[in-house]
């Protein structure tokens, strides 16, 4: 009881923990972008009504939203194999946990991504691009100068929000087995029996990313909504 | 490597039956957390002087640690100062899960409140409304259907957030889904079972909240 919490324990176990963070980076680093990706086609199919496409993205976003990402994750991890086997006879019993991870989380914010977007675009008024098209600019042309960049300033503080959620969302990986800074610290608790100290440090660690992510996200917002006024009447 | 329906249904049929421990998890620490977390949204917003400073901070650093973790140290706390008592890790989950709401729900509602304009409030004060008047008769009637859709996200939320007491052992819809599991080690069929259950439960809470939300949008 008493043995609780020691600093000793806490520089011991700094260095190594440390070590392991790159491995979140790196999951967050491959969910954020081909996320980005999956959501530009995503939000692109669901404005353009694509017709067979739209209904199954209609049952797909619904179930990545109404799912837990954990169950989302087990899951991926252990269905995908299966579809894999059925329909194209490949074993992937031996690959990287890490890769049905990274799926699943691209999966998910492709989705959630791609509804930001999707509301975005469709935030900007109608009479935009009427008025784009109606003074001769062609149909591509006023979507890339025209809607796109109040689209994107729409869009930019939920993206960061999103950002900083999945890296809270990664500390669930280390339940698959990945090997990321979670595990390490339970495998730390296995072998020393004190777990407390590394949940600290990787608390700490979490709020400092947090703290830095809001601090550029805020940053951006603030220089994109410069000398803009929103609708109650308070400067920006 | 093979999938059974008939196998999925035994699990789907195991899971339905710890609907109400998660529904438990999920809705009693969202009814607490509302409570509190509007009483800190007020707290900030009328910058009430320690109390204003102290939960900033605090609210900036909590939001700032996974779930997982804080529900991890928490557990540790427990097992090392407190007797193992009956419902002794339930409670512990209750309370992970009010506090970690309480902060979520307290910025969505501060959220609310401050875009209601400040002209309301010198309005009514110039009428002769008391502050506590002026919060039930016209600032809280137009910060309920602003606050709504982000409580709907919060009820989801929260239903999914439910999950992660896995760690700690309980047994909810994730965790009872895969009791049938362990007869044959294919654990895929409890996987997707629970994933099914999951999601008709949120599509019914979405599904009430939205015409909730509707509803009161209307009588606008």
Redesign the interface.
């Known amino acids: 009881m008493a043995d609780l919490f020691s600093w000793q324990r806490v520089v011991k176990n700094f260095p190594i923990l440390i070590t392991k963070l790159p491995v979140t980076f790196e999951i967050v680093a491959v969910a954020f972008s081909l996320g980005f990706i999956l959501a530009l086609l995503i939000a692109t199919t669901r404005i353009k009504k694509v017709p067979l496409l739209n209904q199954i993205l209609t049952v797909f976003i619904s179930f990545e939203r109404g799912t837990p990402l954990l169950v989302q994750m087990l899951v991926v991890y252990y269905a995908f194999p299966i579809v894999l086997y059925k329909a194209f006879g490949i074993d992937s019993r031996r690959w990287e946990k890490i890769i049905f991870v990274d799926l699943a989380l691209i999966l998910n914010q492709g989705v959630f991504l791609g509804e930001i977007f999707r509301g975005a675009i469709l935030a900007v008024p109608k009479g935009q691009k009427e008025a784009a098209l109606a003074c001769g600019i062609s149909d591509s042309k006023a979507f890339i100068k025209i809607i796109l960049p109040q689209a994107i300033r729409i869009a930019l503080p939920s993206t960061g929000l999103t950002l900083i959620g999945l890296f809270q969302e990664t500390s669930l990986v280390y339940m698959l087995g990945v090997m990321d800074i979670m595990g390490r610290a339970s495998a730390l608790g296995a072998t020393s029996g004190h777990n407390l100290e590394s949940y600290l440090i990787i608390a700490l660690i979490f709020v400092l990313i947090n703290f830095g992510l809001t601090a550029i996200t805020t940053k951006i917002d603030k220089n994109l909504t410069y000398g803009t006024k929103n609708l109650t009447g308070r400067a920006a | 490597?093979?999938?059974s329906l008939e196998y999925l249904w035994k699990c789907i049929l195991s899971g339905i039956i710890y609907i109400p421990v998660t529904l438990k998890l999920a809705l009693i620490p969202l009814a607490l957390a509302i409570v509190f977390g509007t009483l800190i949204a007020l707290a900030r917003i009328f910058k009430v002087p320690v109390v204003e400073k102290f939960f900033k901070i605090f609210v900036?650093?909590y939001?700032?640690?996974?779930?997982?973790?804080?529900m991890?140290?928490f557990h540790?706390?427990y097992l090392?100062?407190f007797k193992p008592a009956k419902n002794g890790i339930m409670l512990l989950a209750y309370f992970t899960f009010t506090l970690g709401r309480t902060i979520v729900v307290s910025e969505s509602v501060r959220g609310a409140f401050l875009?209601i304009?400040k002209g309301q409030y010198e309005a009514s004060y110039a009428c002769g409304l008391s502050t506590f008047q002026t919060l039930k008769k016209i600032i809280i009637p137009q910060v309920i259907p602003v606050a709504l859709p982000a409580l709907t996200n919060n009820a989801?939320g929260s239903i999914?957030?439910?999950?992660?007491v896995?760690?700690l052992g309980i047994v909810d819809v994730?965790n009872g889904a895969t009791i049938p599991c362990a007869d044959t080690y294919s654990?895929?069929e409890g996987?997707?079972a629970?994933?099914i259950i999951?999601?008709v439960?949120?599509?019914i809470v979405?599904f009430f909240l939205v015409h909730l939300e509707k509803h009161l949008s209307k009588k606008k």
Do not use: D, H, R
């Open positions: 490597m093979k999938f900036a650093i939001s700032g640690i996974p779930g997982v973790v804080t991890l140290i540790l706390i090392s100062l875009s304009p989801l999914k957030n439910t999950s992660i896995l760690v994730l654990y895929v996987y997707v629970a994933a999951y999601w439960i949120n599509a979405e």
